[in-house]
């Protein structure tokens, strides 16, 4: 009983000589801060989940039923060099890279699922071993058809893709790394920086798609060409800027300050709507289309 009544109380809000409503304004902030940043995590998960699984939609939709059709061809009405009559393993290729796309979107959802994995603990870890190893093969392939498929004057965009590529390789390393040493707090951090390089591709649609709603039509870039140095910015962009958002998330996270956590909170609520016209307008305009 001593040792509780003599141990010091760290209060992140009441400070010496402050003003007892000041003190009181500052203590309501610290017991504000922890949850405003859960909601404002759990909020972007519920958009970022509901825009992927919108997107996974869109390729069972189109380039599964175009597939199940027998018309691959049609594929080439949105990119730019899809499928290729007589070359084989390029179309292989292609045609797994997108089988894993909606295998690996659907698990990465599921797989930051926290409900699931306090109730299902082996779904859980079976999920992620697939979504590991789809990630995996998933950037190799990237590579692969950027290389043979890809645009030959776009280097700037091939050199985007190769990073995000390597970056998948490296941060899927670390998870499963910690993950057997059973280190599930650094785990977590490095799942979580291998969902975001993951969703690059998704991530890009979305901001594009901002981008253009929010400037009222394209804006450094030429739609015919889909060239321009806005579209050269968005190609490392993409993964980045999540990355970046996530580490900052991580610093508040660990953090006592109590304005740092409020702040992390709003700024993550700000991208989240952000996030939210983006997938809006990519369904309106990218993916109810073509359904």
Do not use: C
Not at 2 to 8: K, Q
Not at 74 to 97: A, C, E, I
Not at 240 to 247: N, Q, S, V
């Amino acid at each position: 009983m001593n040792t509780l009544i003599n141990t010091p109380v760290r209060t992140t809000g009441i400070r010496a000589g402050m003003p007892p409503h000041a003190a009181a304004s500052e203590d309501r902030l610290a017991r504000l801060a922890g949850p405003a940043l859960k909601a404002a995590a759990a909020f972007w998960y519920g958009v970022v989940a509901l825009g992927q699984l919108a997107f996974v939609v869109y390729i069972a939709g189109f380039y599964g039923r175009a597939a199940w059709q027998g018309e691959p061809e049609r594929w080439n009405t949105v990119l730019p060099q899809g499928y290729v009559p007589g070359d084989t393993l390029g179309n292989l290729v292609l045609g797994v890279h997108l089988v894993f796309a909606f295998v690996i979107t659907v698990g990465g959802v599921l797989q930051l699922l926290p409900p699931l994995r306090r109730v299902a603990p082996a779904f859980h870890r079976w999920n992620g071993r697939v979504y590991l190893i789809a990630a995996v093969l998933m950037s190799i392939g990237g590579l692969v058809m950027v290389w043979t498929h890809g645009a030959v004057d776009d280097v700037w965009r091939h050199l985007s893709t190769s990073l995000n590529a390597v970056l998948i390789l490296v941060f899927a390393g670390f998870a499963v790394h910690h993950a057997r040493a059973r280190r599930l707090s650094l785990h977590r951090r490095w799942a979580l920086r291998l969902f975001l390089a993951v969703s690059g591709v998704w991530f890009f649609r979305v901001g594009l798609m901002f981008w253009i709603v929010a400037n009222q039509g394209p804006v450094g870039f030429d739609p015919k060409t889909f060239t321009g140095p806005f579209l050269t910015f968005l190609a490392f962009a993409q993964y980045l800027l999540p990355l970046a958002l996530l580490e900052l998330y991580f610093r508040a996270e660990a953090s006592t300050a109590t304005y740092r956590r409020l702040a992390m909170a709003a700024a993550l609520a700000v991208v989240t709507l952000a996030i939210a016209v983006g997938i809006v307008a990519a369904a309106r305009i990218l993916w109810l289309p073509h359904l």
